[in-house]
């Protein structure tokens, strides 16, 4: 699946993925409404809301971009019919051709990460059949647990020829409390980022490994450190847009082929008909908002790395 992403990619010309993190106070009041028309007021016509929401995102901008990034939690917190539509999500974009990373953040050891990798990007067999439940392309994993709980998602990759994005160095304020710590004079996140250089180099794609990394945008100096840590690495770059990440930050996540990275926007993109540089859409024409965000997005990105050659 690493190569079908880096397809996209030159198809595209877009090293970008939208994150499909939907809470309700995002999705305009004319999609709740009509939702709630439906099913009340219920987490039956909450899952409503989201899946039209993220649909009429995805059909506003499948054609400009090689993947999306549903993250769980957004799904979960309304319960049964909120995995529902997570699941619903993950199918439609699969049909629209994009690459699905599921943000799971899964990290456990043993059967259970067994159990959480066929679950995402595997198959579960029950009787004589065999199903494939989320079937995301790529998910991400914690691996505060060590090996133990990365390998058996690696089993997992090298059947089904799908992904991982492992949490290296994460773009949140407080991520420096423990992946910055020094052992031996050096940072926990480079040692951590040379784990994903060697499980990587246990299931390559043609140019690119199944195992990825995830730093984030708010980091770029320690990305330009973990960029040469992880050579044949794709990085997930979250931080971009909301979080303070610019496209001229991002250099550095690239190599020379101007591949190797994705950058993240969720807000950004989805919420867009939000902000002031997009106000003239209006809540009515959301999707459009978000296709006019993307396309900046884009811009911003191939700008800057267009300026560093």
Known sequence: MINQLVANIKKTGAPIVVGLDPMLNYIPEQVQKKAFAEYGETLEGAAEAIWQFNKEIVDKTYDLIPAVKPQIAMYEQFGLPGLAAF????????????VVIGDIKRGDIGSTSAA???GHIGKVKVGSKTYAPFDEDFVTVNPYLGSDGVNPFLDVCKEEKKGIFVLVKTSNPSSG???????????????????????GSEVMGDEYSYVGAVVGATYPEMGKVLREIMPKSYILVPGYGAQGGQGKDLVHFFNEDGLGAIVNSSRGIIAAYKQEAYAKFGPENFGDASRAAV??????????????K
């Open 177 to 199: 409390e423990f992946q910055d710590q020094k052992i031996d004079g050096r940072p926990l996140y480079e040692l951590v980022g040379e784990k994903v250089a060697a499980w």
């Open 87 to 98: 699941k619903k999500t993950v199918d439609y974009c699969k049909e629209k051709g994009l």
């Open 116 to 118: 959480y990798a066929v």
């Open 295 to 308: 396309e900046a997005m884009v811009a911003d990105i191939s700008g800057a790395l267009a300026a560093a």
